[in-house]
């Protein structure tokens, strides 16, 4: 099993600035990758950006240059910089980690970006 504990969401202005944190616990060997996803309401879950073990990262094209990811192996860490955001940007963003191939999901932490 996998623990993951999301933190870092709040109320933020259009234009300003989040950063989300995942950290992982539990039995974390054999993880492939590490991401963040969200869902707003009425909508589906979408990826927002994944990081590899490799360190090979991907983004979703919506936020494709305002938002970055990376990680912190030793600590079994995810964040996600989320800049320049837009009321779009609302939504629970979920943490995930791929061991082997199964997945795991945290809780979610909300964003809302108000105009």
């Known amino acids: 099993q996998v623990q993951l504990v999301e933190s870092g969401g709040g109320l933020v202005q259009a234009g300003g600035s989040l950063r989300l944190s995942c950290v992982a616990s539990g039995s974390i060997f054999n993880i492939n990758a590490m991401g963040w996803y969200r869902q707003a309401p009425g909508k589906q879950r979408e990826l927002v950006a994944t990081?590899?073990?490799?360190?090979?990262?991907t983004y979703g094209d919506s936020v494709k240059g305002r938002f970055t990811i990376s990680g912190v192996n030793a600590k079994n860490t995810i964040y996600l910089q989320m800049n320049s955001l837009k009321p779009e940007d609302t939504a629970v963003y979920y943490c995930k980690v791929l061991k082997g191939w199964e997945p795991y999901w945290g809780q979610g932490t909300q964003v809302t970006v108000s105009s």
């Open positions: 990081i590899f073990s490799g360190g090979t990262t």
